[in-house]
């Protein structure tokens, strides 16, 4: 039996403006789904990503909680370069949203940048410096 890493889910509050977030960080979500109680798409190929409402979940797991504290698992964008982590954050930012890490060049050999989607998830921006290591 193969087991394949397939899936990444979302739990929000508010799934049009996490939807929005996620534009602005690049996915192809299409217009005119926010009112949907799921949401999912193909982020690259044979991975997918799905926005659940809190309602949704709790349909399913009444007892389900919102995590509290630090967050414990980031999603990471790739971006063609330093200057494109700068204005992705910048962009995010002006959009409403919190930076939570400004951008800096990381000793790893990337620029590198976090902010947090509307739920207090942390979306990590990065890019590979001249001579640093490759993206991805």
């Known amino acids: ?3 394949l890493f397939n899936f990444i889910g979302i739990v929000t ?11 602005l960080v ?3 979500l299409p217009e005119g789904i926010e009112g949907e109680s799921h949401v999912e798409i193909e982020a690259v ?7 659940d409402t809190v309602e ?7 007892g389900w909680t919102a995590p509290t504290g630090s967050h414990r698992l980031a999603l ?5 370069t330093p200057a494109e982590v700068d ?23 990337q620029r590198y940048a976090t902010v947090l989607d509307p739920d207090g ?8 410096l001249p001579g640093g290591a490759a993206a991805g």
């Open 45 to 51: 190929p044979g991975v997918r990503i799905g926005w």
């Open 56 to 62: 949704t979940v709790r349909s399913f797991d009444p």
């Open 87 to 109: 204005e992705t954050f910048t962009a995010l930012i002006a959009a409403g949203h919190k930076g939570h890490v400004e951008p800096w060049d990381a000793f790893w050999g």
């Open 121 to 128: 998830n942390a979306v990590d921006l990065f890019a590979a």
């Open 76 to 80: 990471a964008f790739a971006c063609d």
């Open 13 to 23: 509050h508010d799934l049009a403006r996490s939807l929005a977030f996620y534009r």
């Open 26 to 28: 690049g996915l192809p």
């Open 1 to 3: 039996m193969a087991i």
